[in-house]
């Protein structure tokens, strides 16, 4: 029938050598598995949907190989001149692009992959990463704490200051937009900024303690570069960006002109639930993890396995990994400090440092803003809380010496919302 071409892109006796492996999940529709690893291996690479009646030699070194299938898991190895050097865009158009529509099959899922040092050399990774922030803040000993003014969106500039002043000086480290604020009519962006960094200097003179604020930059790429030089100016140590929403592009550059500016990344993943939470259709959460890693974000969403948010301890501790191994492959590539946020509280915080240690940003909304005695309360709450757990003792013992620490475990015991 002229189709036997797929199964050449199968080769179960291949021994991968310094090549990017994928691992997908695949249920095949009407076809034998063999012949579904054939067509990811084919359209990712350099096949079509026949054979051809020409086919130099050179090119059929580039074809990519499955290697090995185990039920319905197909690993696959690329060769890398596949590849453009430093190109995420361009690689996710090859192994995770037209191979999605194929109606060969029922549903197919980029579980995982691995690159080899040849291909992440040309990658510059964080700029600053765990230990880069942590020198920023002057911050050693405990995880670092953030919290989102709430409601996310809707307040004008002096709302939002107010609320900055009010979290920060209770003990919070980090103030961060969500990620639908950007620069909307009743609080635009150079307003906001100019109000937090006020907010900032005025803390940090009156407790002693760094702050920073994670300004969400996200827009047209040019326009990001505008207002990343704005915060610069400002002398603030960091933006934010929604990374799958502006684009893989976008983020390399950004980590370009950040570099030159001395700004850190805080990596926003909104979006992602769109492609990543069904187990058998779409890209892992780790795929992205890896990826903006590599792009260059110091900071990234993983999950809290407690939270209000999609993502077990399984998965949650999985990308914890992903951001604080040692990347073995390419050591310029530093470690990402993973962010746990979502529905947490202070009588969460005991479940969230024992899935993350010391090496995490903990990142409370509702439950510093929701406090009965109001944000400031809420953020010693927080700080209290982790606090304790450093001390080695309960909750409950520690909140005998914490009122607002109390009144939150009053409020909201140790339950995880939904």
Same mark, same amino acid.
């Given at each position: 029938m002229g189709f036997e071409w797929y199964l050449d892109f199968v080769d179960k006796s291949y021994k991968p050598s310094d090549e990017l492996i994928c691992v997908f999940k695949v249920e095949p529709d009407g076809i034998s598995i063999e012949e579904a690893a054939g067509r990811i291996a084919s359209e990712s690479s350099v096949g079509t949907w026949t054979t051809l009646s020409k086919l130099p030699e050179r090119i059929k070194r580039l074809m990519a190989k499955a290697?090995? !299938?185990?039920?319905?898991?197909?690993?696959?190895?690329?060769?890398?001149?596949?590849?453009?050097?430093?190109?995420?865009p361009q690689l996710l158009s090859s192994i995770a692009g037209n191979i999605f529509?194929?109606?060969?099959l029922k549903s197919l899922r980029l579980e995982d992959l691995h690159f080899p040092p040849e291909y992440l050399k040309h990658f510059k990774g964080p700029q600053f990463g765990i230990e880069g922030v942590r020198e920023l803040l002057g911050i050693y000993d405990r995880p670092l704490t953030a919290t989102? @003014?709430? @409601?996310?969106?809707?307040?004008?500039?002096?709302? *939002?200051? $107010?609320?900055?002043?009010?979290?920060?000086?209770?003990?919070i480290d980090?103030?961060?937009d969500d990620e639908n604020l950007t620069s909307q009519p009743f609080i635009r962006f150079e307003k906001r900024l100019e109000k937090v960094m006020k907010v900032i200097e005025k803390v940090e003179a009156e407790t002693g303690e760094k702050k920073?604020?994670?300004?969400?930059?996200?827009?047209?790429? $040019?326009?990001?570069?505008?207002?990343? $030089?704005?915060?610069?100016? *400002?002398?603030?140590?960091?933006?934010?960006v929604d990374i799958l929403t502006a684009g893989w592009g976008a983020v390399q550059t950004v980590r370009d002109f950040c570099e030159e500016l001395s700004l850190a990344i805080h990596a926003h993943r909104?979006?992602? /639930?769109?492609?990543?939470?069904?187990?058998d259709h779409g890209i892992s959460l780790g795929v992205i993890t890896k990826l903006a890693r590599i792009a260059g974000v110091? %900071?990234? =969403?993983?999950?809290?396995?407690?939270?209000?948010?999609?993502?077990?301890?399984?998965?949650?501790?999985?990308?914890?990994?992903?951001?604080?191994?040692?990347?073995? $492959?390419?050591? =310029?590539?530093k470690r990402v400090f993973p962010v746990s946020s979502g529905g947490l509280h202070? /009588?969460?915080?005991?479940?969230?440092?024992?899935?993350?240690?010391?090496?995490? !940003?903990?990142?409370?909304? /509702?439950?510093? =803003?929701? =406090?009965? %005695?109001?944000?400031?309360?809420?953020?010693?709450?927080?700080?209290?809380? !982790?606090?304790a757990v450093i001390e080695k003792v309960s909750l409950e013992e520690k909140a005998e010496q914490s009122k607002e620490l109390k009144e939150a475990l009053e409020k909201w015991g140790y339950i995880s919302p939904k």
């Amino acid at each position: 029938m002229g189709f036997e071409w797929y199964l050449d892109f199968v080769d179960k006796s291949y021994k991968p050598s310094d090549e990017l492996i994928c691992v997908f999940k695949v249920e095949p529709d009407g076809i034998s598995i063999e012949e579904a690893a054939g067509r990811i291996a084919s359209e990712s690479s350099v096949g079509t949907w026949t054979t051809l009646s020409k086919l130099p030699e050179r090119i059929k070194r580039l074809m990519a190989k499955a290697f090995e !299938i185990d039920g319905n898991v197909v690993k696959v190895a690329y060769p890398l001149d596949l590849f453009e050097e430093g190109n995420i865009p361009q690689l996710l158009s090859s192994i995770a692009g037209n191979i999605f529509g194929m109606r060969a099959l029922k549903s197919l899922r980029l579980e995982d992959l691995h690159f080899p040092p040849e291909y992440l050399k040309h990658f510059k990774g964080p700029q600053f990463g765990i230990e880069g922030v942590r020198e920023l803040l002057g911050i050693y000993d405990r995880p670092l704490t953030a919290t989102v @003014p709430k @409601p996310k969106v809707g307040y004008d500039v002096d709302e *939002y200051a $107010e609320v900055a002043y009010e979290a920060l000086s209770g003990g919070i480290d980090i103030l961060k937009d969500d990620e639908n604020l950007t620069s909307q009519p009743f609080i635009r962006f150079e307003k906001r900024l100019e109000k937090v960094m006020k907010v900032i200097e005025k803390v940090e003179a009156e407790t002693g303690e760094k702050k920073t604020y994670l300004c969400n930059i996200t827009a047209e790429t $040019e326009e990001m570069r505008k207002r990343a $030089e704005l915060i610069a100016d *400002y002398g603030n140590e960091y933006v934010m960006v929604d990374i799958l929403t502006a684009g893989w592009g976008a983020v390399q550059t950004v980590r370009d002109f950040c570099e030159e500016l001395s700004l850190a990344i805080h990596a926003h993943r909104a979006m992602h /639930g769109a492609f990543t939470r069904k187990e058998d259709h779409g890209i892992s959460l780790g795929v992205i993890t890896k990826l903006a890693r590599i792009a260059g974000v110091d %900071n990234m =969403h993983v999950g809290t396995g407690v939270g209000k948010m999609a993502g077990e301890v399984p998965e949650v501790v999985k990308l914890k990994e992903i951001c604080t191994s040692q990347c073995k $492959e390419a050591e =310029h590539i530093k470690r990402v400090f993973p962010v746990s946020s979502g529905g947490l509280h202070p /009588g969460l915080i005991p479940d969230v440092m024992r899935l993350f240690g010391m090496d995490v !940003i903990i990142q409370v909304g /509702g439950g510093v =803003h929701g =406090h009965p %005695n109001g944000t400031k309360a809420g953020a010693k709450a927080l700080r209290d809380a !982790i606090d304790a757990v450093i001390e080695k003792v309960s909750l409950e013992e520690k909140a005998e010496q914490s009122k607002e620490l109390k009144e939150a475990l009053e409020k909201w015991g140790y339950i995880s919302p939904k």
